[in-house]
T-cell receptor, first 114, second 113 residues
C-alpha cells in the first residue's frame, strides 16, 4: 500500500522567508499528487494538484510544487511567506488515477512569525 | 462558490451511544467521502461512496460504521456504538469525478465521553 511522508513536523519561519516543505511517497505506479492546507479553525482546502504534464505545478496564493518522479517527491514551495500562511499543510497521494483512497501525509505545521 | 455543509459542528455523546453525522455534498457531485482527524494526527480516509454504494473503505471503517444517502441530498455517517477513540474531527468531502478536486466540509468535532 502507498504511504506518504512529510519531512518536517513543524516549520517556523519569519515573514518573507522562502518555504520548502518536503513530501515523499512510496508507490511505483501512476499517482495523482495533492497539497492541501488547513488554516486554523477551517477545513481542508486544495492548494494545488498534479495529474500529468509539466511537473512544476502552480497553485493558489503563490504556492508551487515540483513532481520529481525519480525521487518519488512532490515538494511544496513558496518564495516569500506571509503571516497568513500559518497553517497545517498536508501532502496527499491517490494512486492509479482511479482509486478513491487518498493517502494523506501526517502534515507539517507552518508558523510564520510577523 | 458551492460548498459542502456539515452538521452539527460539534457533537458530544456518551460512550456506547449511536451518533449520526450529516453532510450535504455539492449538488452535482457524484462521489462522496468521509475522513477523520484525531487530534494531533493525520487526516485518515474512512470511506468513499458512489452510485448508492460503498466504493472503498479503510480498516478503520469497521462494522460500527455505516454510511447512507437517504434522500439524494444528504450523506450521513453513522457510528452505532461510539468508543472513546472515535473522538475526532470528521470531514465530509465530495467530488464531481474520481480524482478530481475534493471539496471538504468544515467538519464535525465528535467528542465521546
Amino acid at each position: 500500500a502507498q504511504s506518504v511522508s512529510q519531512h518536517n513536523h513543524h516549520v517556523i519561519l519569519s515573514e518573507a522567508a522562502s518555504l520548502e516543505l518536503g513530501c515523499n511517497y512510496s508507490y511505483g505506479g501512476t499517482v495523482n499528487l495533492f497539497w492541501y492546507v488547513q488554516y486554523p479553525g477551517q477545513h481542508l482546502q486544495l492548494l494545488l494538484k498534479y495529474f500529468s504534464g509539466d511537473p512544476l505545478v502552480k497553485g493558489i496564493k503563490g504556492f508551487e510544487a515540483e513532481f520529481i518522479k525519480s525521487k518519488f517527491s512532490f515538494n511544496l514551495r513558496k518564495p516569500s511567506v506571509q503571516w497568513s500562511d500559518t497553517a497545517e499543510y498536508f501532502c496527499a497521494v491517490m494512486a492509479d488515477n482511479y482509486g478513491q483512497n487518498f493517502v494523506f501525509g501526517p502534515g507539517t505545521r507552518l508558523s510564520v512569525l510577523p | 462558490e458551492p460548498e459542502v455543509t456539515q452538521t452539527p459542528s460539534h457533537q458530544v455523546t456518551q460512550m456506547g451511544q449511536e451518533v449520526i453525522l450529516r453532510c450535504v455534498p455539492i449538488s452535482n457531485h457524484l462521489y462522496f467521502y468521509w475522513y477523520r482527524q484525531i487530534l494531533g494526527q493525520k487526516v485518515e480516509f474512512l470511506v468513499s461512496f458512489y452510485n448508492n454504494e460503498i466504493s472503498e473503505k479503510s480498516e478503520i471503517f469497521d462494522d460500527q460504521f455505516s454510511v447512507e444517502r437517504p434522500d439524494g441530498s444528504n450523506f450521513t455517517l453513522k457510528i452505532r456504538s461510539t468508543k472513546l477513540e472515535d473522538s475526532a474531527m470528521y470531514f465530509c468531502a465530495s467530488s464531481e469525478e474520481v480524482g478530481e478536486k475534493l471539496f471538504f466540509g468544515s467538519g464535525t468535532q465528535l467528542s465521546v465521553l
